[in-house]
């Protein structure tokens, strides 16, 4: 499994425990290096036909001999690595040790993605550390950070917050975190008996983000009980 292969894998949705939307949305920017990050790549640094078994291996090494910008990248992608296989822990070790060698928004995309997966190991404590840092480092990441925070939040049981981190989200500008604070939103109003509320956001979704997966799950339920 090389690069590509391995970023899309990054968010097997059997391995997160905690709302499909959110989990969709959370993994929007962890699906491969933005062009505007400079994170390097090391993948062309591998043997060609490497097996997937020996990626960690050989990426571990990279990252011990150094210098800083590949072993940065190393790290950065055992993190990837690790995520794909659902090993929550070593990837939030992983990307933790990559955000420590990157500055900048390089620095907030390593520590944003080692949020995800304190997320995936169910720490909020932690994930909401890596989130926080992101969240100052990095505009461009804000909306997905605040969905993180809100799913950290969800995690401690402090439905409060998290309900102040989706109205933040959905009082900015349109954002790819968008779909999932609706429909997690929605949720959150039928649960608090509001149902006005749920269904102007509901309304929001469909009217915004009509090609969603939320939106077609809404529209789905609507079918299932009119």
Do not use: K, N
């Amino acid at each position: 499994m090389r690069g590509p292969e391995l970023a899309r894998s990054a968010w097997a949705p059997a391995r997160v425990r905690f709302p499909a939307a959110i989990a969709r949305a959370l993994a929007a920017t962890a699906l491969a290096v933005s062009p505007a990050l400079s994170i390097e790549p090391v993948w062309s640094r591998l043997p060609a036909g490497l097996p997937a078994d020996s990626l960690g291996p050989a990426l571990r090494r990279i990252e011990a001999e150094g210098p800083r910008a590949p072993s940065a990248g190393a790290a950065y992608a055992l993190g990837q690595f690790h995520m794909a296989r659902g090993e929550h822990r070593h990837a939030a070790a992983a990307f933790g040790r990559a955000a420590a060698r990157l500055e900048g928004s390089d620095r907030a995309e390593a520590r944003y993605r080692q949020g995800l997966a304190w997320l995936g190991e169910r720490d909020p404590g932690r994930a909401r550390a890596a989130f926080d840092e992101a969240l100052v480092l990095s505009g461009a990441l804000r909306p997905l950070v605040q969905l993180g925070l809100a799913q950290v939040f969800r995690l401690a049981g402090e439905q409060g917050r998290e309900l102040e981190m989706l109205r933040r989200i959905l009082a900015g500008p349109p954002s790819e975190a968008e779909p999932a604070a609706l429909d997690r939103y929605a949720e959150l109003c039928d649960r608090g008996h509001r149902p006005g509320e749920a269904s102007v956001a509901r309304e929001r979704l469909l009217a915004r983000w009509p090609r969603s997966l939320e939106a077609a799950l809404v529209t789905q339920r609507s079918a299932a009980h009119p």
